[in-house]
T-cell receptor
Framework: NAGVTQTPKFQVLKTGQSMTLQCAQD?????MSWYRQDPGMGLRLIHY???????DQGEVPNGYNVSRSTTEDFPLRLLSAAPSQTSVYFC??????????????FGNGTRLTVT | AQSVTQPDIHITVSEGASLELRCNYS??????LFWYVQSPGQGLQLLLK??????LVQGIKGFEAEFKRSQSSFNLRKPSEHWSDAAEYFC???????????FGAGTRLTVKP
């Protein structure tokens, strides 16, 4: 029972580099989302998707892109990394309705450092 | 947009003592309210949630929370703390028709032996 799997666990980037954080879930959840967690700020929603082919912006979308070509996968792309994107990133999924009627299931996070 | 405040950044309690973690929300109507727990190096796990009905909700691991509309609060309680409860606790608020669930900044709980 894998649940939500995030890769990599750790990543160090130089300013301006690009990378993709991977997220996969095996629960057939329609809703998937990306959060960033920063000290003193809790979790902030970056982007979310309510199904394959549908994505939308959350609270802090700038500097990030997403796509949802399959139900299982929801990658997060940083096109040109900046030090302000140093954070811990969590992917979460839910059966429906953005975690309201069914709980959000979280991956174990990706710790990203941008130098 | 809805918002949530957790006034306490860090709380220390002794094992066996009772616990109350505070959460205040801002939203005009009744929101969905949640408490999640995060153990070190892990993702978040749902403890309990409230939307309607009985204002005292029971969750996993012996936790409960009480919704008080007059105070816009949803405080988490546990009558007797265990060392394994040491973690970070997040209150969250969601709104029907809106997929942007907002989390508080979190309260880190330390349990002294």
């Amino acid at each position: 029972n894998a649940g939500v799997t995030q890769t990599p666990k750790f990543q160090v980037l130089k300013t301006g580099q690009s990378m993709t954080l991977q997220c996969a879930q095996d629960m057939n959840h329609e809703y998937m989302s990306w959060y960033r967690q920063d000290p003193g700020m809790g979790l902030r929603l970056i982007h979310y998707s309510v199904g394959a082919g549908i994505t939308d912006q959350g609270e802090v979308p700038n500097g990030y892109n997403v796509s949802r070509s399959t139900t299982e996968d929801f990658p997060l792309r940083l096109l040109s990394a900046a030090p302000s994107q140093t954070s811990v990133y969590f992917c979460a999924s839910s059966y429906s309705t953005g975690g309201l009627n069914s709980p959000l299931h979280f991956g174990n996070g990706t710790r990203l450092t941008v130098t | 947009a809805q918002s949530v405040t957790q006034p306490d950044i860090h709380i220390t309690v002794s094992e066996g003592a009772s616990l109350e973690l505070r959460c205040n929300y801002s939203y005009g109507a009744t929101p969905y309210l949640f408490w999640y727990v995060q153990s070190p190096g892990q993702g978040l796990q749902l403890l309990l949630k409230y939307f309607s009905g009985d204002t005292l909700v029971q969750g996993i691991k012996g936790f409960e929370a009480e919704f008080k509309r007059s105070q816009s609060s949803f405080n988490l309680r546990k009558p007797s703390e265990h060392w394994s409860d040491a973690a970070e606790y997040f209150c969250a608020v969601g709104v029907s028709g809106n997929n942007d669930m907002r989390f508080g900044a979190g309260t880190r709980l330390t349990v002294k032996p």
